[in-house]
């Protein structure tokens, strides 16, 4: 297969990912599944605009080192390497106003990491300067893992055990997943060309379709049947339900949510 193949591939693929996803999640029972429809079905359908640009041939600009470098596989990356990120953080926060800057600080950092990998991935072959971006943009990849297995999994555990365990097996495999990418840059086009521009290109696109496909289809289908065991535990409150009965104002304090009454008169400002 050519690098052109993969890309097409790539695709096709994620346009069949999202299809999935969208009927997956068409029935909404609870603010978990919302959430998780909301930034699986997102992250497929980037990845899809992203590879038909590529298969298109404007995803990439020629360097002067003579490489293609796929600018819209780190655009892609940017959207949605945050997204999944949140995804498995709202498994083990529940809320995300419990820990609202320990789910930004990691969504942060990985934004971080994604961005000094773009220079990386830019600068030239063989030079200092990459390995230089390389190694900040690994640092921020170890403080990802270092929160997630952390803070995030001890947040987890006071979602419930139910909660506690999905966090689990989804940060060993994003974790397991994600290490894949560092490898591939370091042995790629990119990196040390160890393995060719059309290896580099198959690589990508196959761990792309595992993190976002196989993981979002996957992390679906769990929340599906976490849902259902906390309905039937009759531990979903009202106002997770969705539709949400009435409208509901949530406050900083942990496992305070406060019912608002429709009211149909308007309010005065001041007294
Ligand atoms: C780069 C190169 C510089 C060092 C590191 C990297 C990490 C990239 C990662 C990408 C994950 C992408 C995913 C995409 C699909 O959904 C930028 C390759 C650490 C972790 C999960």
């Not at 030079?127 to 001890?154: D, Q, T």
């Not at 304090?253 to 008169?265: D, I, K, Q």
Request: hydrophobic letters at 50%.
């Amino acid at each position: 297969m050519t690098t052109s193949d993969w890309l097409w591939f790539g695709f096709i693929a994620m346009a069949l990912g999202s299809a999935i996803l969208l009927v997956m999640g068409w029935n909404r029972r609870t603010r978990d599944e919302e959430n998780h429809y909301l930034l699986h079905l997102f992250v497929t359908l980037t990845a899809t605009a992203s590879y038909l640009a590529m298969a298109l041939g404007q995803g990439s600009i020629l360097l002067a080192d003579g490489r293609d470098f796929y600018v819209a596989r780190y655009a892609d990356w940017a959207i949605t390497t945050p997204m999944l990120l949140t995804g498995l953080c709202l498994t083990a926060l529940h809320s995300p106003f419990r820990r609202w800057a320990l789910l930004l600080g990691l969504v942060f950092t990985d934004f971080y990491m994604i961005a000094t990998g773009v220079v990386a991935g830019f600068s030239p072959t063989g030079s200092s300067a990459k390995w230089a971006w390389y190694l900040i943009s690994s640092g921020a990849f170890l403080f990802i893992y270092i929160g997630l297995w952390g803070p995030m999994r001890v947040e987890s555990e006071k979602s419930g055990p139910r909660a506690a365990k999905l966090f689990k097996t989804n940060a060993t495999i994003l974790s397991l997943v994600w290490f894949a990418y560092p490898v591939i840059f370091l042995l790629g086009s990119e990196g040390t060309k160890t393995i060719d521009a059309t290896a580099t290109a198959a690589l990508y696109t196959i761990f792309d379709v595992i993190a976002k496909v196989v993981y979002g289809i996957f992390s679906m289908a769990a929340t599906r049947t976490k849902v259902s065991a906390d309905l039937a535990a009759g531990e979903v409150p009202e106002h997770d339900l969705r539709p949400a009965p009435v409208a509901y104002h949530e406050v900083q304090a942990p496992g305070r949510t406060e019912r608002v009454e429709p009211t149909h008169h308007v309010q005065p400002n001041r007294s």
